[in-house]
């Protein structure tokens, strides 16, 4: 008896401290207060797509060949962060926005956070700084958004380049997905585990282990600072619970354009089998692996990942 009543009091305690934890989340990030957190601001800019106030960078001389750089799932446009100047330097005009949702975008609450909304999205950009076609650059789940642009909107898309980029449902399958597309349960435990400095620096120190370096602090706590808030975690949730993107693999033979895609020898997230299907698919591809790289190329090979970008762009 002594042992349930025990139980029961830690439970109790338990239950308290998340229903603390959720409920004393910030609701969104501020900008004002966030100018320590964001590398290069002073290329920021905001303008509204579809009623939504979108942020995004924007390097290089204006008419330069356009290069739009789409991140991924949990993630933001400091994922470009260190590629971002140097194609830029490379002759671009690049431009590397956060979709709704996500990093300093507006989130929506009736957003779909399908692949669609987000590549129009992007489209909308695109229409806001008058750019008729550019080359579509998306890693992961950013990649399914540039391919279903190449697939539904092929006047727009100049080249495309997918960097370990989703293709189907499979990553469905990973714990945190799963768990996220569980009513309630989902509503309960992705933000505990989207918000936990813990695990982020878990996740980052397996990538820096490999590569030999310390962890970068300072981007660590840029990226934790992104995660921590409502709207982001309702946002990610209905994302999770609206991925669909079998249609990737299934139309990767109509894709039309010059195509490169960018895989890590050791990405654990999308396994290179994803893009050996895609190299035999796509008519007009190149496939480039980089050694000794996980899932984020431009973040652990970002000079490579640079030059194979331009020589890409530039080949006629």
């Known amino acids: 008896m002594k042992k349930r009543y025990l139980f029961a009091g830690a439970s109790g305690v338990v239950a308290g401290a998340v229903a603390t934890k959720l409920l004393t989340r910030p609701r969104d990030v501020s900008w004002p207060d ?3 957190f964001i590398y290069h601001p002073e290329y920021s800019w905001f303008t509204t797509v579809d009623g939504a106030r979108i942020h995004f960078q924007e390097a290089g001389n204006e008419n330069a060949p356009p290069l739009i750089l789409i991140h991924g799932f949990i993630s933001s446009n400091l994922v470009w962060s260190d590629v971002f100047l140097p194609l830029a330097v490379a002759g671009f005009r690049v431009i590397a926005p ?10 929506p609450s009736d957003g779909e956070y399908t692949i669609e909304f987000q590549a129009r999205a992007v489209l909308g950009l695109m229409d806001r700084l008058e750019i008729e076609r550019a080359t579509i650059v998306g890693a992961s789940y950013g990649g399914a958004v540039a391919a279903s642009m190449a697939l539904d909107y092929p006047e727009r898309v100049e080249r495309l380049v997918l960097v370990g980029a989703v ?8 714990m945190l997905l799963q768990i996220s597309r569980l009513p309630i349960i989902g509503d309960i435990v992705t933000p505990l585990f989207l918000g936990s400095r813990w695990v982020l620096r878990r996740r980052t120190k397996q990538m820096h282990r490999r590569l030999s370096r310390p962890i970068d602090e300072r981007k660590l706590e ?13 946002a990610m949730i209905r994302t999770a619970r609206r991925w669909n993107a079998n249609r990737i693999q299934r139309d990767a033979r109509l894709i039309s354009q010059p195509t490169m895609l960018i895989w890590g020898e050791e990405d654990t997230h999308i396994p290179i089998e994803e893009a050996f ?7 007009n591809n190149r496939l480039v692996v980089f050694r000794n790289c996980g899932h984020l190329p431009p973040t652990e090979s970002p000079e490579q990942f640079v030059e194979v970008i331009s020589e890409f762009c530039q080949h006629r």
């Open 98 to 107: 956060d979709l709704p949702g996500y990093g300093y975008s507006d989130k």
């Open 222 to 234: 840029a990226r934790h600072h992104l995660l921590v808030t409502a709207n982001v975690h309702r």
């Open 34 to 36: 966030s100018l320590n």
């Open 277 to 283: 299907r895609l190299r035999d698919a796509i008519p």
């Open 167 to 174: 293709t189907n449902d499979e990553p469905k399958k990973k």
